[in-house]
Structure formats: C-alpha cells, structure tokens
C-alpha cells in the first residue's frame, strides 16, 4: 500500500471544478486499495503560492482562512472515505500543525541550507514572476511547500504528491528535499492542466468559478454547466471525471458520434459529475428544471418547485415587475405584455397570442382576452411568460 496526497489552497471556503482532478485521483488511490492524504494549507494560504500568478495575493486573515479551511474539509469528506477502522482511510491534514511552532531561524538552518538559491531560481514559477516583481515571502514558497513533502514522507511514510503541472517545480523541491535532508525517494505526479479545446480556461463561466458549494453554484446551474460543453470537451471531459468503464465511454462516443443532435455525452457526463458532487436527489432536479425550460415540462412539474428552487431555475431569465394588488381584479393580459416591454405593442401581442406562440406557467394561451389573475402565481409572487419556442420572461408581482 502506498500513501500519497494533494495539497489544497484555502483561498475560499469551496473548491472549485478545477480541483475536482485532482480529488478524482484521490479517490482512483484509495479505490485501487492505497491510502489518500488531502494537505489544506493552512500555513501556506497565509502566504500566496506565486504560481501561475502575475501579482502578489492578498494574505488571509485567520478567521477568514479557517471559516475556508472548515469548508474545504467537509466538502473533500464527500469524496473520500475517511472511515479510521480501514486500512487505507483517507487522512486530513493541515500544514499549520508542524509550521506553527517551526521557528524562522530553525527553518532556515534546518531546512534553507539543503536547497540552493540557484535551484529555486531555475523554477518556472519564479522566472515568471521576477518581472513583475517577487517578494521573499512569495519565493520561500516551495520551501515551505517542499518541507511539507519532506515532512509526510518521514511522518507519514508518504512516498508520492500529485498536483497539476503548473506545481511541478513546487513538488519536486519536495522531492529534492527528502533526497538530501532525509535520504530517502519519493515520486512527483503531476497532470496537464485542463483547458477547454478552444484554449479557455476550464471550470470558468462568464459569472466566474464553478463551485462545488451548492450556495455559491445551484446544482441546476452545475448541471448546465456540463450539459453545455462542447462535443471534443465532453469527449475529454467524461475519461477525467467520471468512473464510468472505458468500453461503456467508447460505446457513448459511438452513439453521439452517429447522432450529435442528442448530445448522448453531455447527458451522462452532466448526470454522473452532478450525481458525485451533489446527489441523486439534486440531479433529479436539475434534469426537472433542465426540462422545463428547453424540454416539454408542464405546468404541474412548474408548480412544485420552492421560490429557492424557480429562482435556481430562472437565474439569467428576464424579469418584470408589476403591481400584486391589480391582480384582485385580474389584468388585461395583452396589456401587460405592452405594459412591461416583453411585446413592443399591443398588436404584436395579440398576433403572436392568436398563433398560439404565448404561455402562462407553460400552459398555452389561446383566448386573447385572458385575464391575468392570482391564479396565475407561483408561490404566491411570480409567474412564467413564454414568448416563441424559447423566450422566457419571469413576472414579479409586488
């Protein structure tokens, strides 16, 4: 059995889908009989690794960076197990244990001297960074990170680090300093980092991360998310994160291949990620939300979701607002369609309604003299205008 471990930056209180890799091969570790350790840099995030990165970060303040440690912990406990009476349990551990007591002077004559200022100079990270200025606090990282390695390995006889290839110079310091200072080996494994097959940043969206905390990303919008990448990610995509048997993957790309239309691979790769990251349950309503808007939902399926959950539903949908109180007496509908700029006037509205292109709560309209009524609400405040094949409108009423 071997032991290896990810380290994971406490920058927020969730991870991200670009963490998910490298959880995903905590998880390959532990199925295949070997013991997983998930590193939360609770020393580190009070520094800022320099990788990747053009400007310094800002330090976290400690409260800030244990609300975030505590939140990375319960999420990581959704996906390994963590049971103590197996063999092979997964482990945390926290990197401020064994650094909050290490003296500065003891870490730079027990630590320093083993590593030369050559050899950190030569890494990536660094070179990358020296034009735009690099503080000593920045640099000393893969030495602290480094010791981290050193650390597990004489502790916790951890033998093996993965990360993504931007860490690679950070790892190997680590590696270099078990060599020296403990005389012992151990491995670095690090993987591409995951772009998109256009060269965007994966994991990304025009409203920022995709998180793996479902208040930060609904599960409807997690599910979206996947549901929407394009047929050569999706290809890539579904081998990464999901466990699904190679012959099973290639039988899926058969299919879609010979009816991309259906989009076969984004369905089972949306419905796998969102069922590990989130639940069954979630996944069941994500594909009820999914179907209401671009699929043949009706009115009843509408009517049982909470305001949390139509709200979930609606995030980007248009929204207008009118008066509650004249709802008592019902609105004239084609009115309120000119009234709230979803038609451009009355005509248009009443065209579109006699070709039977408008719906209330997905319900089709076919009397133009329809009169908007409480009825009408979803959860005593909203309702659902759809103009066309596609174009939504959620009414507020206030």
């Known amino acids: 059995m071997t032991s290896g471990y990810v380290g994971f930056d406490p920058t927020a209180d969730s991870l991200h889908i670009g963490s998910m890799l490298p959880i995903i091969l905590l998880m390959h570790m532990q199925r295949a009989g070997h013991k997983p350790y998930a590193l939360i840099g609770g020393a580190t995030g009070m520094i800022g690794d320099p990788t990747g990165k053009s400007a310094e970060r800002n330090l976290l303040d400690n409260d800030t960076l244990q609300r975030n440690i505590t939140g990375i912990r319960k999420q990581l406990q959704k996906f390994l197990d963590f049971d103590a009476a197996k063999p092979n349990a997964a482990e945390l551990v926290n990197n401020h244990d064994w650094f909050k007591d290490f003296s500065f002077l003891d870490f730079i004559r027990d630590v320093g001297k083993h590593i030369t200022v050559n050899y950190m100079m030569a890494k990536d990270s660094v070179q990358k960074r020296l034009e735009y200025g690099l503080s000593f606090t920045e640099f000393s990282y893969q030495l602290i990170q480094g010791y981290d390695f050193y650390y597990l390995n004489q502790h916790k006889n951890i033998k093996l680090q993965f990360g993504g290839g931007d860490q690679w110079g950070n790892i190997v310091t680590g590696t270099e300093l078990i060599r020296r200072k403990g005389g012992s080996e151990a491995f670095a494994f ?209």
């Open 190 to 398: 690090t993987c591409p980092l995951l772009k998109k097959a256009d060269g965007g940043k994966f994991g990304k969206t025009e409203s920022g991360n995709i998180w793996l905390d479902r208040e930060k990303t609904s599960p409807y919008q997690f599910y979206q998310y996947w549901l929407k990448v394009t047929d050569e990610d999706a290809k890539n995509l579904i081998r990464l994160f999901t466990f699904l048997p190679i012959d099973e993957i290639e039988a899926l790309v058969q299919e879609h291949e010979a009816a991309p239309h259906l989009r076969a691979l984004q369905k089972k790769l949306a419905e796998e990620v969102t069922t590990l990251v989130h639940s069954a349950e979630d996944l069941h309503f994500a594909q009820q939300a999914s179907d209401i808007l671009f699929g043949k939902s009706t009115t009843e399926a509408l009517a049982t979701l909470d305001e949390k959950q139509l709200l979930e539903v609606m995030e980007g949908v248009p929204q207008v607002t009118f008066s509650r109180a004249s709802l008592k007496e019902g609105v004239d509908f084609v009115q309120f369609l000119a009234d709230t700029g979803v038609f451009s006037s009355k005509g248009e509205a009443r065209k579109m309604l006699q070709s039977g292109g408008i719906s209330i709560n997905k319900e089709k309209v076919e009397d133009a003299a329809v009169l908007l009524k409480e009825e009408h609400l979803l959860n005593d405040r909203y309702t659902l205008i759809q103009k066309g094949k596609k174009q939504y409108y959620l009414a507020v009423f206030e």
